[in-house]
């Protein structure tokens, strides 16, 4: 097994990295001023990301999300390989990954119009989404279901003559404060009576659409996430042509399921990002703070929580890394255990190191001045984001118990039993 990097792999990265260096860590207080703001200001485009945007896009570094494709040269044409390595560096500043046209969850519905869409629905949203011209939105979650279940979801998408007409509330919907965002993927029920997994199916709708209604936004710990944002939205009788149909009438999971993978990996490799940052705030606190006579730094129960997270990460990464090149190889079927380790053990591992990065700093953690405690509270929710843990794991042990039943089953098959068992049986 070689771990050794590519040449392409560390072109990419080293890219991303250097951009990152030479303009997105200098831009930090730029967009913290704009952040500062009172009221509506706080809610409009942020000119520092505008720049860097157009930074990156003269210099290539845009969709770099995009995996290769036979079909069309949209994006840089990375795999989900070396698509991570660049996605953990964007990590590192909670804006970068805008910064390359590669936040989500544009970057999700980017690929689903790309793999789904109908030429009239790329040239309507994916090609804008992909200059970087509007953002959008995701609207899958409910408060009145659990959510976690897919096949709860109560917003019904009906058929009426040349329109669908649209009734649910969702929330969670993340995006939806972008002054910039014009399109929501819509996941709701078109027919409830047939089979569980061909109830659902996804749908566009335009935010300006009659209806289409934001409720409130939805802070995380007290963090509101300006300009982009995540909203509670009432949709009522929101009437869209049947050409908004994404791909056809109860294939919503089929959808789901394309899109998930690859925003996994980007979700856990931008967390280990995160996550490195913590630890290097960590060590820097440490070594500049004395107490009790010695540096924090030189007191045994610092040095073990610093080695547990070198190790935590360095492991994380790994699982990460083979996930993305499983996905690769042989499809995201076959990388579906990795997925649901990574996705359980991505933001467990980046919420402990920055829980500890937070300590360190006492009252200083879990101020504003250092930036660990919004970290924590974005990691923290995309611990819920993307399914709670308990769906990973429940993902993950039935997977280990088919393993476990097709061994036992093969092991039958080759195992001759002795004469008076085999009578018995």
Known sequence: MDFSLSERQVEWRDRVRAFMEAHVYRAIPAVQQHLSQEGAARWSVIPAIE?????AYAEGLWNLFLNPSDHDDLGAG????????CAEEMGRVAFASEVFNCSAPDTGNMEVLRSYGSADQKARWLQPLLEGEIRSAFLMTEPDVASSD????????????????????KWWSSGIGDPRCKVAIVMGKSDPEASRHAQQSQILV??????????????VFGYDD?????????LRDVRVPVENLILGEGRGFEIAQGRLGPGRIHHCMRTLGA???GLEKMVERLQSRVAFGKRLSDQSVWEQRIADARLDIEMTRLLCLKAADMMDKAGNKAAQLEIAMIKVAAPRTALKVLDDAMQAHGGGGLSEDFGLARSYAGLRALRIADGPDEVHKRAIARLEMSRSA????????TTPLPAALSHAS
Not at 226 to 234: D, K, M, S
């Open 51 to 55: 720049g860097l945007k157009a930074k």
């Open 78 to 85: 990375l795999s989900n390989l070396e698509y991570a390595l």
């Open 150 to 169: 897919a096949t709860n979801i109560e917003t019904s998408i009906r058929r009426d003559g040349d329109h669908y007409v649209i009734n649910g509330r």
């Open 206 to 219: 335009p935010t300006d659409a009659p209806g289409f209604q934001v409720v409130r936004m939805l802070p």
């Open 226 to 234: 300006a300009p982009h944002g995540h909203a509670e939205v009432v």
């Open 275 to 277: 996550a490195e940052v």
């Open 406 to 413: 097709e061994r036992l089953r093969a092991w039958r098959a």
